[in-house]
């Protein structure tokens, strides 16, 4: 059964959108990460423009985050006080990227932009994620310590000033890293088109040194707040939001969400990041290769965005 979406200007097949909204909606759950870093070059990659797979993600993300946040609630994995202050800097972030946005695609660089900034931050931290969960987990069969944090130990966040007590994550730390942390994440998912969850995960961990499962709630409510409002100023000030598209992947991706808290409270934490950056550089090789591969129509006629004819 096919259904048209009135802003992409398309039809596409029902199950397959539902289906690749529950499979990402699983990997919301599980991780602890919005899904916005596969969703958004799978709807690409089917057809959907950069513009409207970016604006309409951010829609989806919300419902899953949402399902997958209460999960974490009643776990009492989510720290309040940490989350509020990522908000506050993925505030300002999200309104700097959805003006960023505006501005690509005045100029026409909007899709290049897109591909690029996935390759690059994909790349990194999938690799970086990649190194250090393989290191733990080998550390861990050989009766090693997993953990390099000891107690007492500080690094360079601790000497920063307006520290606050994190009681759910058992850190006093300076406001100023998390704030930037949101910021930046913030600014990420507008024009990218996701959650964040992927650079604000490991960031939580390696920086801030948040516990695993402190950070998987944490992170989900972060996302739930700054992903609305990027929704609602790409939909007023872009008109790239697409309601049935987005509808159609909420509905798959509030049902993946609960099975994926589930199948996360099995697995280490280190388990946990080794999968996760697997599957972060496999959507940057897809991606890289998709930017360098001869396009299937080697031509194309279109409108020039922001400018004549």
């Keep these: 059964m096919n259904f048209y979406l009135p802003i992409a200007e398309m039809s596409v097949n029902v199950v397959v959108f539902l289906g690749m909204g529950g499979a990402v909606g699983f990997l919301s759950g599980m991780f602890g990460v919005g899904g916005g870093f596969l969703m958004t070059p799978l709807l690409i990659f089917s057809g959907i423009p950069a513009a409207v797979a970016v604006g309409t993600e951010a829609a989806q993300i919300v419902a899953s985050s949402v399902s997958g946040a209460i999960a974490q609630w009643r776990r009492n994995n989510v720290d309040v006080k940490m989350g509020t202050v990522l908000l506050a800097g993925g505030v300002v972030g999200s309104v700097l990227g959805v003006e960023m946005v505006k501005l690509l695609r005045q100029i026409g660089q909007f899709d290049f932009f897109v591909s690029l900034a996935y390759v690059t931050f994909l790349g990194i931290i999938g690799a970086l994620m990649l190194m250090e969960s393989a290191n733990t987990i080998r550390k861990t069969r050989q009766g090693k310590p997993a953990s390099v944090r000891r107690p007492g130990q500080h690094i360079w966040v601790h000497k920063m000033p307006l520290k606050m007590r994190f009681h759910r994550s058992k850190l006093y730390i300076s406001a100023i890293p998390p704030f930037a942390i949101g910021g930046f994440v913030g600014f990420l998912g507008a024009i990218m088109g996701v959650g964040g969850g ?48 987005a509808m159609l992947l909420m509905v798959g991706g509030v049902i993946g969400a609960q099975f994926g808290a589930v199948a996360g409270q099995k697995l280490k934490g280190e388990q946990l990041r080794f999968l996760l950056a697997g599957l972060v550089l496999l959507v940057c090789v897809r991606i890289a290769w998709s930017m360098v591969a001869a396009p299937a129509d080697e031509y194309s006629i279109s409108d020039v965005v922001g400018g004549r004819r």
């Design 198 to 245: 992927f650079i604000m995960v490991p960031a939580m961990i390696y920086l801030l040194r948040v516990p695993t499962n402190v950070v998987v709630g944490t992170s989900l409510f972060q996302i739930v707040f700054v992903t609305g409002l990027t929704t609602i100023l790409h939909a007023t000030q872009n008109k790239t939001v697409d309601v049935v598209l």
